[in-house]
């Protein structure tokens, strides 16, 4: 069976885009934001976003243009050993994982999307304006959001089914325009609205005491939000750029993304945390629900505020629709490319198994926070870890190779240093990170009179020193 490619240029850039814009950008960043300090927190993800974004979709490009395959048979067959198909197998998890919540929150969106329609039908306000906060939860984690989980989900199904080109290609062709164009015009108005100027400056402003306190606090999260932003870690961009061409430039394809990307994610920030003063007048303590408590606020009192509502929940759900995709697209094109089912029984057979994972989390705040926070941090971050050590340690030079493919001479000067990066550099602060977010340092203190920071680095040099001896010992029997 020959395999699909995108039919246009544009349409792997807008896929890829559309993978990475979405609830991260729009409900995600707003949360975990608020919940680390607010500009602080900003900061340190943008960094974070420009170190070891920009590297790191590369080397998940380089593994899928080169291998033309899913993670798992990527990993298998670059490498020629099924350990690193095991590996890959990591992440067909990670979007089973991801998805289980993402479409959750897809549900909601939906449900507030479907609410806003039947209200501009019948000509009344739509019913979250009154008391927006026990609105949200009064259906968060009901067996209501059990059912538009399921809904949003079929949704998703229903795109993947139609395959990359029909599918994915089209849909987010027309998604993406429409989002950007509606948020510059809602970040406009927020910008109007009474107490904006606290939000701003809780976002904006350069807090160099804030940063310093909780460095070490912010940096797990940042990371994990800057990986999950960018879609990285679970194998999306490897999926997506197994159906890529020669021609294309990879490290002009993955700047674009990640500076469209970072657009669309400080853009909603500039919605949201205006609206989010303006209403409620503070950032911290709505958890999840501060987009809906927020937004569905703010468009209470515009004048054509259910119009306005539906308009924004209409386009957040095609955001979410553009993204659920490329999760759904990792276990699949596996399914498809391993075992050679076909799209269908593929697309049903994990629909079906998400449906029960994602009801599960959609009846139980707490396991759904663990999961669309902590746990998706660290998947993501072990995910990308081993995607950055393959490049480095396994493909070496092939990797160099395929990046040069079809890019210019800046792509040639940058080659060498990008391979030491992702082999090196990326890895060890990302081992950092995990270590850290994860308490190990600390843990650790009580039981040896050294401060967790130093333990941690310790730890950290000893783990990817075993981890970089034991690829090299590999390499040389390859
Ligand atoms: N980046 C998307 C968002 O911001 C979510 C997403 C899609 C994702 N595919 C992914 C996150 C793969 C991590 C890995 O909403």
Do not use: C
Request: aromatic share 12%; proline share 4%.
């Amino acid at each position: 069976m020959t395999r699909e490619t995108w039919a246009t240029r544009m349409g792997f850039i807008l896929a890829a885009v559309g993978s990475a814009v979405g609830l991260g950008n729009i409900w995600r960043f707003p949360w975990v934001t608020a919940e680390n300090g607010g500009s602080a927190f900003l900061l340190v993800y943008l960094a974070i976003v420009i170190l070891v974004g920009v590297p790191g979709i590369l080397g998940e490009f380089v593994i899928g243009r080169r291998s033309g395959r899913n993670p798992v048979g990527a990993l298998r067959e670059l490498s020629g050993s099924k350990a690193w198909g095991l590996v890959g197998m990591f992440s067909v998890l990670t979007g089973v994982v991801l998805l289980s919540f993402y479409s959750v929150v897809g549900g909601w969106i939906l449900r507030y999307f479907v609410e806003s329609v039947v209200a501009l039908g019948t000509a009344g306000p739509a019913p979250y304006f009154t008391d927006p906060g026990p609105y949200y939860d009064s259906l968060a984690f009901t067996t209501d959001a059990v059912l538009y989980h399921v809904a949003f989900l079929a949704l998703t199904g229903a795109i993947v089914f139609a395959g990359v080109r029909r599918g994915i290609e089209i849909g987010t062709k027309v998604m993406m325009p429409a989002i950007l164009l509606l948020l510059v015009g809602l970040a406009v108005w927020a910008s109007q609205q009474p107490n904006a100027a606290a939000g701003y400056a809780f976002y904006l402003s350069f807090d160099l005491e804030t940063l310093q306190a909780n460095f070490f606090d912010i940096l797990g999260p940042a990371a994990g939000q800057a990986l999950f932003t960018l879609s990285l870690g679970a194998g999306t961009m490897v999926t997506y750029s197994s159906y890529l061409g020669d021609d294309r430039s990879l490290p002009f394809d993955a700047t674009t993304i990640a500076i469209l990307n970072t657009f669309v994610g400080v853009l909603a920030g500039l919605v949201v945390f205006p609206l989010l003063f303006s209403v409620t007048g503070e950032a911290g303590g709505s958890g999840p629900g501060a987009l809906f408590v927020s937004i569905a606020g703010a468009f209470a009192r515009l004048p054509a505020g259910t119009l306005i509502a539906t308009a924004f929940f209409g386009v957040v759900t095609l955001a979410a629709l553009s993204s659920s995709i490329s999760m759904l697209e990792i276990p699949v094109s596996f399914l498809v490319d391993e075992f050679e089912l076909s799209r269908p029984v593929a697309v049903g057979a994990m629909v079906g198994l998400v449906a029960v994972t994602g009801g599960v989390n959609a009846l139980r705040p707490a396991l759904f926070e663990f999961v669309a926070g902590p746990l998706v941090d660290s998947l993501l971050t072990t995910g990308l870890i081993a995607f950055l050590l393959f490049v480095g340690w396994v493909l070496g030079t092939d990797a160099v190779e395929e990046l040069r493919k079809g890019a210019g001479s800046v792509a040639d000067a940058l080659s060498t240093p990008w391979l030491f990066a992702v082999g090196v550099a990326i890895p060890l602060f990302l081992v950092f990170t995990l270590l850290s977010s994860l308490g190990v340092g600390g843990l650790a203190a009580g039981v040896v009179p050294v401060s967790s920071f130093w333990l941690t680095i310790v730890l950290t040099l000893t783990l990817t020193g075993v981890a970089f001896l034991g690829l090299r010992s590999s390499r040389s029997v390859v």
